[in-house]
Each structure stands twice: as structure tokens, then as C-alpha cells.
């Protein structure tokens, strides 16, 4: 639209509606929303997404997860006490033994959008490196977790934590099966992970 027209307030053309698909190689991208834009990468990292609009389908969701793959009984690596509290109903057989667990029960830090990877940090793995943990991960997160990058993030972790900032920071970004993996994945800790995401905006 020329200037003129926009001063003047006159209507817009056909040819000012030039639709996305028609927009030069050289225009900037369209950016898509931040939550968006983390479902489309974590999906193609390989992640199982699971949206709820309140605790009680947080709960169903889980239990579904439990169910589909048999780990009712199974023990559960969990280092995160808030989580015991949130899901007590559940009365999960904690185990503080990597060995003896069949999966991680965790939060995160946050949900790094441009990417589709999970920040974590000690709060969450203890002094863990992520390939020790358990191939099985289910991860409970907020929507008001979601930054555009790990910069955005690290700054969030920063100001939340002024007083101790917590160590051992790091990225799950490969959520592929071991027979999934490509020489893309090789040498990264591929999990199974199920991201349980309650809306909280």
C-alpha cells in the first residue's frame, strides 16, 4: 500500500491482499505463536503431547499413559516432593534407585519453542546427566512455561532463582524409540517422552 492511501484512508486493493504462499523468498517469515510453534517441533522431535484444560484431565491423561503401557505398579523415579503432593492420589512407589525405576516422573523449567526442546535443571534431575535417567520420561508443565528460545529461558531460570541459581542445566530435545534413531540422534539421550501440559493462562 502506498503511503498516500494510508494517509487518506483509501480502500485496499487487490493486489495489497497478497495472500502468504505468494510472498517473496526474500520476506520475513511469518512468526507463529510461541505455543504453536513448540507443538510443531517438539511433535517432530518425536515427543507424545498432551494437552488438558484442567488437572482432572491432567490426572485422566496419566492414567491412560500408566495404562497403555503397563507401568501401574512399576516404580517410579521422582525427585520432585510438589509432584508427590499433586498426584498423592496415585500413591506411586518412589524410588530413588535409577536401576530399580521404569520411568522419570518430572517437571521442567521451561518449554523452549523454537526448538520443541524441555529446559531442565538440577531442580529437576538432581545431579543426574540426562543419559543415567530412565529411557521413560513423563514430564507434567504449564503452558505459562512456554520462551521463545533457551536465551529467554535461562534468563526466567535466573530471575525465579536470584538467592541459589540452580546447576546441571540442560536440554531434552530427542524424543525418539532406540529403533528410531538416524545418525541425526546419535550420541544424544533419546527418551520416551510424554509431556502432560496443563493450560494455566
Known amino acids: 500500500m502506498s503511503l498516500f492511501r494510508k494517509i487518506f484512508g483509501l480502500k485496499n486493493t487487490p493486489e495489497d491482499n497478497i495472500?502468504?504462499?505468494?510472498?517473496?523468498?526474500?520476506?520475513?517469515?511469518?512468526?507463529?505463536?510461541?505455543?504453536?510453534?513448540?507443538?510443531?517441533?517438539?511433535?517432530?522431535?518425536?515427543?507424545?503431547?498432551?494437552?488438558?484444560?484442567?488437572?482432572?484431565?491432567?490426572?485422566?491423561?496419566?492414567?491412560?499413559?500408566?495404562?497403555?503401557?503397563?507401568?501401574?505398579?512399576?516404580?517410579?523415579?521422582?525427585?520432585?516432593?510438589?509432584?508427590?503432593?499433586?498426584?498423592?492420589?496415585?500413591k506411586f512407589d518412589v524410588t530413588s534407585k535409577i536401576s530399580e525405576s521404569t520411568f522419570f516422573f518430572s517437571t521442567c523449567e521451561y518449554l523452549i519453542s523454537d526448538d520443541g526442546s524441555l529446559l531442565i535443571s538440577s531442580n529437576q534431575i538432581a545431579e543426574k546427566k540426562l543419559k543415567e535417567l530412565p529411557d521413560n520420561f513423563v514430564i507434567?508443565?504449564?503452558?505459562?512455561?512456554?520462551?521463545?528460545?533457551?536465551?529467554?529461558?535461562?534468563?526466567?531460570?535466573?530471575?525465579?532463582?536470584?538467592?541459589?541459581?540452580?546447576?546441571?542445566?540442560?536440554?531434552?530435545?530427542?524424543?525418539?524409540?532406540?529403533?528410531?534413531?538416524?545418525?541425526l540422534t546419535y550420541g544424544s539421550s533419546s527418551k520416551n517422552l510424554y509431556l502432560l501440559l496443563l493450560e494455566d493462562l
Open 19 to 90: 495472500k502468504s504462499e505468494e510472498r517473496g523468498k526474500y520476506m520475513p517469515e511469518i512468526k507463529l505463536p510461541v505455543d504453536e510453534q513448540f507443538t510443531i517441533n517438539f511433535k517432530a522431535n518425536g515427543g507424545k503431547f498432551l494437552y488438558c484444560e484442567n488437572i482432572d484431565e491432567i490426572y485422566e491423561s496419566l492414567r491412560n499413559i500408566l495404562n497403555e503401557n503397563n507401568w501401574e505398579n512399576s516404580k517410579v523415579l521422582l525427585y520432585d516432593d510438589r509432584l508427590n503432593e499433586l498426584f498423592q492420589n496415585f
Open 140 to 183: 507434567y508443565a504449564t503452558t505459562s512455561q512456554f520462551v521463545e528460545n533457551i536465551g529467554e529461558g535461562l534468563r526466567g531460570i535466573k530471575g525465579k532463582n536470584r538467592d541459589k541459581i540452580p546447576t546441571n542445566i540442560t536440554t531434552i530435545k530427542h524424543f525418539k524409540t532406540v529403533e528410531d534413531k538416524d545418525f
